[in-house]
């Protein structure tokens, strides 16, 4: 039993030490420990181990970074994914289309996961969204993935404000998200960072469940909302049923509910 239990303490603590990568691409042995909570002579000695199995490798520079395995292993891990499976080319062809960004996330936890990411030449990153997490209250494609959450005070807990225009408030994020249902997409204007929008409608499996969502992103003034609302919509609406399709959900396309009264609705 204790080696059972050393054995998973050691696997705990070697995933602590790749988890420390997400908050930076390279680290010296004394950032990795720090970050992971560990000593510096533990945090050596796992870095050396996990090298030995190209899960990270060291630069010239004395600094580690994750390795090309963890790289196969995403892939392998991503492809097999059956939202991606059904989203990928659709959303794809989407970012080229438009010039806009396209994504696809699913939730976990109060987080949206993000699939797959593709850039249209109007909407360029210096880095892949793939494999990132954005929080579901600040996020087009969060609003989307909370349409079905019963419980979602519960678990989202204090709503972060990240700019100016976060929601912030749990009535407010009610409405927005009421809004969803009625319309069958959600809006986010500058809500997670300053200068960007997006625009997302829910994917739904063969039951009919929300299990991802389609975004389109991009600067706020390329998304151009209040200009392109209706015609952005209609294009993240019909790709959405498309991918739909593919994940076998062949029912009504149409979930929203009726339009709840104007003055319930916010801007």
């Given at each position: 039993?204790?080696?059972?239990?050393?054995?998973?303490?050691?696997?705990?603590?070697?995933?602590?030490?790749?988890?420390?990568?997400?908050?930076?691409?390279?680290?010296?042995?004394?950032?990795?420990?720090?970050?992971?909570?560990?000593?510096?002579?533990?945090a050596?000695?796992?870095?050396?181990?996990?090298?030995?199995?190209?899960?990270?490798?060291?630069?010239?520079?004395?600094?580690?970074?994750?390795?090309?395995?963890?790289?196969?292993?995403?892939?392998?891990?991503?492809?097999?994914?059956?939202?991606?499976?059904?989203?990928?080319?659709?959303?794809?062809?989407?970012?080229?289309?438009?010039?806009?960004?396209?994504?696809?996330?699913?939730?976990?936890?109060?987080?949206?996961?993000?699939?797959?990411?593709?850039?249209?030449?109007?909407?360029?990153?210096?880095?892949?969204?793939?494999?990132?997490?954005?929080?579901?209250?600040?996020t087009?494609?969060?609003?989307?993935?909370?349409?079905?959450?019963?419980?979602?005070?519960?678990?989202?807990?204090?709503?972060?404000?990240?700019?100016?225009?976060?929601?912030?408030?749990?009535?407010?994020?009610?409405?927005?998200?009421?809004?969803?249902?009625?319309?069958?997409?959600?809006?986010?204007?500058?809500?997670?960072?300053?200068?960007?929008?997006?625009?997302?409608?829910?994917?739904?499996d063969?039951?009919g469940?929300?299990?991802?969502?389609?975004?389109?992103?991009g600067?706020?003034?390329?998304?151009?909302?209040?200009?392109?609302?209706?015609?952005l919509?209609?294009?993240?609406?019909?790709?959405?049923?498309?991918?739909?399709?593919?994940?076998?959900h062949?029912?009504?396309?149409?979930?929203?509910?009726?339009?709840?009264?104007?003055?319930?609705?916010?801007?």
């Amino acid at each position: 039993m204790g080696v059972e239990t050393g054995t998973n303490q050691s696997v705990e603590r070697a995933a602590a030490v790749l988890h420390a990568f997400t908050e930076s691409g390279a680290l010296r042995v004394s950032e990795v420990a720090r970050i992971a909570g560990l000593r510096q002579s533990t945090a050596s000695r796992l870095l050396s181990t996990l090298e030995q199995v190209a899960f990270v490798e060291r630069g010239s520079d004395g600094q580690y970074r994750l390795g090309a395995d963890l790289i196969t292993l995403a892939g392998v891990a991503v492809n097999g994914h059956p939202v991606h499976q059904a989203a990928r080319q659709r959303a794809q062809s989407l970012a080229a289309a438009t010039g806009l960004g396209a994504n696809v996330a699913i939730r976990e936890g109060k987080q949206a996961f993000y699939l797959c990411n593709f850039e249209g030449h109007l909407a360029p990153r210096s880095f892949v969204l793939t494999g990132r997490r954005n929080p579901l209250h600040a996020t087009a494609l969060g609003k989307s993935l909370l349409l079905e959450v019963a419980e979602r005070r519960t678990l989202l807990g204090d709503l972060a404000g990240y700019t100016p225009r976060t929601i912030t408030d749990h009535d407010a994020l009610d409405e927005a998200i009421l809004r969803v249902a009625w319309q069958g997409y959600s809006t986010e204007t500058e809500e997670l960072s300053l200068g960007r929008s997006c625009l997302a409608a829910p994917l739904r499996d063969r039951t009919g469940r929300v299990v991802a969502a389609l975004s389109l992103s991009g600067p706020s003034s390329v998304v151009d909302l209040p200009a392109r609302e209706q015609e952005l919509s209609r294009l993240v609406v019909e790709t959405a049923d498309a991918i739909n399709s593919q994940l076998g959900h062949h029912g009504p396309a149409d979930h929203r509910i009726q339009a709840p009264p104007r003055h319930d609705l916010r801007s």
